[in-house]
């Protein structure tokens, strides 16, 4: 991931949302909510995360994106800022898989989706299920990879969002593994 990908990301979401958003309410019969590509995250914020063990890949998006907030697209998608990230509750996955992971995203049902503390690692989808001591566990069939890595995730959520603004249903953001 570089600085060129998280701007291209961003311009094409953009672009989504504003073929999507002008005739919205007339479409789906209510008024859209507020749509948030931000700004790059405060160096305060990017400090918030020192200590922690989080991927390369993910302070780069930090470093130019500090929250993404999709309430009307498919359950809602959210890209949670670094303050959420830096509070964690979820440190590691037991189950299916096993990893020290960083939560950064959520949906509007409760699905969490975490990346593996090393750069290039996969991103899990955890559907809710146990929390104990920091480690989520799970036999919930829904728990599984949902990207190769948090580059695959974002092109995912990128797609689904060209998904909604071309078809009016969202794509999924469930396993590929």
Not at 27 to 40: E, K, Q, S, V
Request: with cysteine; charged share 25%.
């Amino acid at each position: 991931m570089n600085e060129a990908y998280i701007r291209r990301w961003r311009e094409d979401v953009g672009a989504c949302l504003g073929r999507l958003l002008p005739g919205f309410e007339v479409r789906f019969g209510y008024p859209p909510d507020r749509h948030t590509i931000g700004d790059p995250a405060g160096e305060e914020e990017l400090a918030s995360l020192a200590g922690l063990r989080l991927p390369g890949d993910l302070l780069e998006w930090y470093g130019q994106v500090r929250e993404v907030s999709l309430p009307d697209i498919g359950n809602r998608y959210f890209i949670h800022e670094p303050g959420l990230v830096a509070h964690r509750q979820v440190t590691m996955v037991r189950g299916s898989f096993t990893a020290d992971v960083v939560v950064f995203a959520s949906d509007g049902g409760g699905t969490l989706f975490a990346v593996g503390a090393v750069t290039g690692s996969p991103v899990y989808r955890l559907p809710a299920g146990e929390i104990v001591a920091g480690i989520y566990r799970s036999d919930d069939p829904r728990f599984g990879v949902v990207a190769e890595n948090l580059t695959g995730f974002l092109d995912r959520l990128r797609d689904a969002v060209e998904v909604f603004a071309t078809m009016g249903a969202a794509g999924s953001l469930k396993r590929c593994r």
